[in-house]
């Protein structure tokens, strides 16, 4: 449960409880992503992500995984709590411009309680987008278990 302050009376501030889902899943927002790739066969590669959400503030968590992608999606799972599948992960670049940096567009497929969703972001910052698409398809889970 997250803590929630709400008007009442238009002066009065209460508290009330509401659950993560209520909370919003599509308000969150990346704020800073930090990956350390080992060098060393047998360590992993190790994600440090930082995500705000105007009800929770901003929550810190770090992932490992056999990928650095795969370890930042581990730490939003632990900040968001849920722990899909990635079904698939796919780059495509956008039409160069002199002088600037190469737009990019990342979708993904995840599996959550046995049903598929898919999420995309665009931007020029590969690991940005990739966790944003990522969070995008499971604030689609969430619509659509809500309907």
């Avoid at 899943?25 to 105007?54: F, G, N, Q, T, Y």
């Avoid at 898919?118 to 990739?130: E, H, I, P, Y």
Wanted: charged share 25%; aromatic share 4%; hydrophobic share 45%.
């Amino acid at each position: 449960m997250v803590r929630v302050r709400a008007k009442i009376d238009g002066s009065l501030m209460a508290t009330q409880s509401a659950s993560i889902a209520e909370a919003g899943m599509r308000d969150w927002r990346v704020r800073r992503i930090d990956i350390r790739s080992p060098v060393h066969k047998d360590a992993h590669p190790v994600a440090r992500l930082e995500l705000e959400h105007p009800v929770r503030g901003r929550v810190t968590d770090i992932g490992e995984a056999s990928g650095a992608f795969d370890a930042a999606f581990v730490a939003a799972g632990h900040i968001v709590g849920v722990s899909p599948l990635l079904l698939s992960y796919n780059v495509r670049s956008g039409t160069p411009v002199a002088g600037e940096a190469l737009p990019i567009q990342i979708d993904v497929e995840i599996e959550l309680n046995g049903e598929r969703h898919k999420g995309t972001s665009s931007g020029v910052d590969l690991v940005r987008c990739s966790v944003e698409a990522w969070l995008d398809a499971i604030a689609k889970s969430g619509e659509h278990n809500a309907a």
